[in-house]
């Protein structure tokens, strides 16, 4: 089965006790795609690989983590050819708009509900990336991983009782899922061990960042900081997910 292919990445992510193995698998891939798109092995001169970058292009937050990679060679090879294709496709909204009277009803329509050419070519163009689409598609096999394990396997599943639980993003993303997985019997199983789950990690990171609050009273300056030192991030981490505390990506030259 494919999802077998995942089991290893998926355990090593449980092993490592973060606040969510999902978070730490979007980290790994998303660290790969980088390596792939700007990485030693020069991808970005592949006339394939740049076609699908070119056509898909790059999110504002994947423009920033390219930036912060360090490759200007790479970004600007990128960058050149996408400009070509940008430009050709930004000539061919403008020439499909006909500035004139506005319509009536019209005038009482949002501007993102206007079916101006221009305007929807450029919403199409933010909501493509090929970086992230690139981890959605792999993001999927890792759920179709999680709850393959978690029916076959039975350490699987005690392991993540025994767990932190997820941030609540993919936590989101394993219930929706669980929906069309999991027969009902196994849904019900799935929510005895999530729930309790959840609600124990959540409690304890919000007992984490009370008491690095009661840290800065003058009173409890000579304290143990107990679990507290870094329950900013971790805090951050478990209501949104990713790694607030990371340092940019860099490429290793």
């Known amino acids: 089965m494919k999802e077998q292919l995942y089991t290893i990445p998926l355990n090593d992510a449980v092993n490592a006790g973060d606040e969510c193995p999902f978070c730490?698998?979007?980290?790994?891939?998303?660290?790969?795609?980088?390596?792939?798109?700007?990485?030693?092995?020069?991808?970005?001169?592949?006339?394939?690989?740049?076609?699908?970058?070119?056509?898909?292009?790059?999110?504002?937050?994947h423009f920033q983590k390219m930036f912060d990679y360090g490759n200007t060679l790479g970004n600007a090879w990128i960058l050149k050819t996408h400009y070509m294709k940008m430009i050709g496709e930004m000539q061919k909204a403008f020439a499909s708009v006909k500035p004139g009277k506005s319509v009536f009803k019209n005038k009482f329509r949002k501007a993102a509900e206007s079916g101006n050419a221009v305007g929807m070519w450029v919403r199409e163009k933010e909501a493509s990336c090929y970086i992230c689409n690139q981890y959605k598609d792999t993001y999927a096999r890792y759920l179709d991983t999680f709850f393959y394990l978690w029916k076959q396997d039975a350490d699987f599943r005690e392991k993540i009782k025994n767990s932190k639980g997820f941030c609540l993003s993919h936590t989101g993303d394993l219930c929706e899922a669980a929906d069309c997985k999991l027969a009902d019997k196994e849904r019900e199983s799935f929510y005895e061990i999530l729930t309790p789950l959840m609600e124990s990690n959540m409690k304890r990171l919000a007992e984490d960042v009370a008491w690095m609050v009661e840290k800065f009273d003058y009173r409890n300056k000579d304290?143990?900081?107990?679990?507290?030192?870094?329950?900013?991030?971790?805090?951050?981490?478990?209501?949104?997910?990713?790694?607030?505390?990371?340092p940019a990506y860099k490429m290793n030259k």
């Open 223 to 246: 304290a143990d900081w107990k679990n507290s030192k870094d329950a900013i991030q971790r805090g951050m981490q478990k209501l949104k997910g990713g790694y607030p505390a990371d």
């Open 24 to 61: 730490f698998i979007e980290r790994s891939i998303e660290q790969d795609l980088l390596d792939f798109v700007l990485g030693s092995g020069s991808s970005y001169m592949e006339a394939d690989i740049r076609e699908m970058t070119d056509k898909a292009g790059f999110c504002r937050a």
